[in-house]
């Protein structure tokens, strides 16, 4: 599938990725303050008001950082706003950058939205800005989100503690995507 309305960066199977907009703060902002999803980043909920929140995310879609960019998860069929996948600690000279993403509506979770997402933003940053590792961190107890990332083609290189919190490092580099995946999403200007 094509990614062809404005302001999208790629699109598979379940979901569309495109660029945030400032409308998107409302959706944003419950999932941030939302303590179970707050958990599932090894965080507290966010504590600033909602104009608060929707100004700071006005600020970074108008002036973007190069290090780190956030798109919107919207499910393909309905258009609805379902989550964020972001990339971060992009580093251009070595190729490479950490991944994150949330599906903060619960009644997508454990439909493979998750899986989808994770999948067309990891084909996005090794097609688009020619990535050759990409790596996340998850919580050693978050085994759904394990599964999503193996089920992409991530594989584990260890246990790490940080800040009171373990995680599994998680790495995928282009080889090592699903041959499943590996021709699925279509990206912006495809077609």
Request: proline share 3%; net charge negative.
């Amino acid at each position: 599938m094509t990614a062809t309305q404005p302001g999208t960066v790629a699109t598979g199977r379940l979901v569309r990725l495109r660029e945030k907009h400032v409308e998107d703060a409302d959706r944003d902002y419950a999932w941030r303050v939302d303590p179970e999803l707050a958990a599932y980043d090894a965080a507290r909920p966010i504590t600033m008001s909602l104009r608060s929140f929707a100004a700071s995310l006005a600020e970074e879609i108008r002036y973007p950082a190069s290090h780190r960019r956030t798109f919107a998860i919207d499910d393909l069929e309905t258009g609805r706003h379902i989550g964020n996948v972001m990339y971060y600690a992009y580093d251009a000279h070595r190729a490479e950058a950490e991944l994150g993403v949330t599906i903060g509506e619960r009644d997508c979770w454990s439909r493979g939205y998750g899986t989808d997402a994770v999948c067309t933003m990891v084909r996005y940053l090794f097609h688009e800005l020619g990535l050759r590792r990409v790596y996340l961190h998850t919580l050693a107890w978050n085994y759904r989100a394990q599964q999503c990332f193996r089920r992409v083609g991530f594989r584990s290189l260890g246990d790490v503690h940080r800040g009171g919190y373990e995680f599994v490092y998680m790495e995928i580099t282009p080889g090592d995507l699903a041959t499943e995946h590996r021709g699925e999403a279509g990206m912006a200007g495809d077609g």
